[in-house]
Nanobody
């Protein structure tokens, strides 16, 4: 199983970016999918996640500005980021919890840099 993310870049404060992530490989189903971010010198933290049934969950710092969505048929998850702030600058990682024969385990994308200038 591989997760391939794209869509990061440099944007001015107040601007928008859209991140996309596609899961591929031997996948029967995917539980939660989402996005985490890691700023320099800080831990990786949850930004937004969405269940297989489409129920989203957001961190307080992005609620109202970011929207997470997924396409179960295509095994993709997207993150629409609006009203970006310099503190949103981080490497963003997509994540998927995928059931296997033995257990459900997390898979990670390679990370994509988002830089918001003031």
């Amino acid at each position: 199983v591989q997760l391939q993310a794209c869509g990061g870049g440099l944007v001015q404060a107040g601007g928008s970016l859209r991140l996309s992530c596609a899961a591929s490989g031997s996948i029967f189903s995917i539980d939660s999918m989402g996005w985490y971010r890691q700023a320099p010198g800080k831990e990786r933290v949850l930004v937004a996640a969405i269940t297989s049934g489409g129920i989203p969950n957001y961190s307080g710092s992005v609620k109202g500005r970011f929207t997470v969505s997924r396409d179960n048929a295509k095994n993709t998850v997207c993150l629409q980021m609006n009203s970006l702030k310099p503190e949103d600058t981080a490497v963003y990682y997509c994540n998927a919890f995928i059931p296997t024969i033995s257990a459900t385990r997390p898979y990670w994308g390679q990370g994509t840099q988002v830089t918001v200038s003031s």
